[in-house]
């Protein structure tokens, strides 16, 4: 790819010939395609939980810690799920069309999720009465892998993965969130999993038909923060970063 530096030269260059009344994502130099993107946003340094809060407020409660790297849920010392000094963390900014990579493990038997267009008020009890969650779980050891849609990759309880791609437990997976324009993919190790698209009727139906449809304000925000889940099991996550499209 050329350097930023020559593809604003040529961006400039079109905007003026078509008069700055359109919308300019690629310009051709020298018969070559040059897309013009934005950079990679770390979420988490790796030393702190800067830029990180406890959903409904307050900061990061104790339970979730830094280990190696990696925000990681320490459930050995916590009683249950959402309880104590625990409770699900999400980031203090919010995204619309974005694309998130996340590299997960979780423990055996292990249960979270990674809840995206989440609208954080007092109206709504959890990021999961808005967000959408892609699954992390231990396939082999939590019942939930029981249900098709609430395995790893899944969009939970509404779209089954394409194809099982997750690793074993205790071994580190990439999951990818793309949302554009209202088209979602989910991707898992480098295989798309799950592909479909937000807010339109066929959406609203999908919404009725799972355990969400009483919580009116689920899958319906444009724009959301990023939840990490506290499903009372031991989970890592690290090397979060997200591009904005």
Known sequence: MKTLKYSIFALSALTFACGG?????????????????????????????????????????????????????????????????????????????????????????????????????????????????????????????????????????????????VKPVGEWNLAEIVSKDGNLELHLNGTKVVETTLWTPEWEELISKSKFKDMPGFGTFKTGKIALQDHGDEVWFRNIEIKKL
């Open 21 to 165: 009344s359109q919308e300019v994502r690629e310009v051709t130099i020298e018969n070559e395609v040059i897309e013009v993107e934005s950079e990679w946003i770390s979420l988490f340094d790796g030393d702190s939980f800067d830029g990180w809060k406890k959903y409904g407020g307050g900061e990061v409660g104790a339970a979730w810690k830094i280990q190696d790297g990696a925000i990681y849920l320490d459930a050995k010392n916590k009683d249950g799920w959402q309880t104590g000094d625990g409770g699900d963390i999400l980031t203090e900014e919010a995204f619309d069309n974005f694309h998130l990579k996340v590299e997960w493990k979780i423990a055996k038997d292990g249960n979270s999720g990674i809840i995206f267009y989440v609208h954080e008020s007092e109206e709504y009890p959890y990021p999961w009465s808005t967000g959408m969650e892609m699954q992390v779980l231990d396939n082999d050891g939590h019942p939930d892998a029981k249900i098709t849609t609430h395995r790893a990759g899944d969009l939970y309880d509404l779209i089954q993965s394409s194809e099982e791609t």
